[in-house]
């Protein structure tokens, strides 16, 4: 069973960089046919894809995000990551790592950053 812990800051101040980590159990980044992805979730609005990393190490991003984020990961401690630069208050959301084959079976807990001076 797949396990996924983020962490990261709680609060950032605006145009600052967000990194986001998240830690797995259970399962292997390498692992064939896995994905390893970011989903949002701004207070009274839906679910927003970010992006996610193949298990070949292939990154996707939204395209409206593009020009502020980025995904990596290390295999070695089995952890993947997502990086946000320039965040704004519209980045205030709570932040899940997902992952699955198709689509994502399996959900972090989830972690709140707020975006504030």
């Known amino acids: 069973q797949v396990q996924l812990q983020e962490s990261g800051p709680g609060l950032v101040k605006p145009s600052q960089t967000l990194s986001l980590t998240c830690t797995v159990s259970?399962?292997?980044?390498?692992?064939?046919?896995?994905?390893w992805g970011w989903i949002r979730q701004p207070p009274g609005k839906g679910l927003e894809w970010m992006g996610a990393?193949?298990?070949?190490?292939?990154?996707y991003v939204r395209p409206p995000l593009k020009s502020h984020t980025s995904m990596s990961w290390d295999t070695s401690k089995n952890q993947f990551s997502l990086q946000l630069s320039s965040v704004t208050p519209e980045d205030t959301a709570m932040y899940y790592c997902?992952?699955?084959?198709?689509?994502?079976?399996?959900w972090g807990q989830g972690t709140q950053v707020t975006v504030s001076s």
């Open positions: 997902v992952s699955g084959i198709r689509g994502y079976a399996y």
């Open positions: 259970g399962g292997s980044l390498t692992t064939s046919s896995y994905f």
């Open positions: 990393i193949a298990w070949n190490g292939r990154s």
